[in-house]
T-cell receptor, first 113, second 112 residues
Framework: GNSVTQMEGPVTLSEEAFLTINCTYTATGYPSLFWYVQYPGEGLQLLLKATKADDKGSNKGFEATYRKETTSFHLEKGSVQVSDSAVYFCALSDQNTGNQFYFGTGTSLTVIP | DTAVSQTPKYLVTQMGNDKSIKCEQNLGHDTMYWYKQDSKKFLKIMFSYNNKELIINETVPNRFSPKSPDKAHLNLHINSLELGDSAVYFC???????????FGEGSWLTVV
């Protein structure tokens, strides 16, 4: 079946540090991959996405590359800011299973000044 | 011009009561969802409607009943509320299935 596994949190970083949040997936077909961000007290917002292998999604300094060979979609940012403190969710949708979305468990990031 | 709006944002109610959460989207989407997020931020799909037809109905107590009067609205009614129903409920929508899902800001339900 389909599933998304992302690294356990919480993650605490100092401002300007490098961020990696790991995400791996299992899918029966060729899924689309997404990163969503949830700021405190808000709903989830799309951060970036990639629809096929080797695509790179990027937004607000974050990026993630769709790696079919390692079934991964790791989120990276070169220099985090306090305002990046949020919960990050990796997700996939797979045509082979009716395009249902599968979300990871979320990774909480806190950036300290 | 909120895209996905849900009301109320906060709801505190006693065990055994019946309550509803309303959701509307103005994005012209044809698919709407209800998700439940627990205190550990785990997100679980509850229901999904496409063109007013129920397409996803996960294992949810039958005290929860969704209603979609039209493509732009998906309401959630909960009967006989229990303590374990306390959570944040998110409405969401998308154009077709499998495409980017847009979330509302959530409804914080506390059952006391």
């Amino acid at each position: 079946g389909n599933s998304v596994t992302q690294m356990e949190g919480p993650v605490t970083l100092s401002e300007e540090a490098f961020l990696t949040i790991n995400c791996t997936y299992t899918a029966t077909g060729y899924p689309s991959l997404f990163w969503y961000v949830q700021y405190p007290g808000e709903g989830l917002q799309l951060l970036l996405k990639a629809t096929k292998a080797d695509d790179k999604g990027s937004n607000k300094g974050f990026e993630a590359t769709y790696r079919k060979e390692t079934t991964s979609f790791h989120l990276e940012k070169g220099s985090v800011q306090v305002s990046d403190s949020a919960v990050y969710f990796c997700a996939l949708s797979d045509q082979n299973t009716g395009n249902q979305f599968y979300f990871g468990t979320g990774t909480s990031l806190t950036v300290i000044p | 011009d909120t895209a996905v709006s849900q009301t109320p944002k906060y709801l505190v109610t006693q065990m055994g009561n019946d309550k509803s959460i309303k959701c509307e989207q103005n994005l012209g989407h044809d698919t709407m969802y209800w998700y439940k997020q627990d205190s550990k931020k785990f997100l679980k799909i509850m229901f999904s409607y496409n063109n007013k037809e129920l397409i996803i109905n996960e294992t949810v107590p039958n005290r929860f009943s969704p209603k979609s009067p039209d493509k732009a609205h998906l309401n959630l009614h909960i009967n006989s509320l229990e303590l374990g129903d306390s959570a944040v409920y998110f409405c969401a929508s998308s154009l077709g299935t499998g495409n980017t899902i847009y979330f509302g800001e959530g409804s914080w339900l506390t059952v006391v």
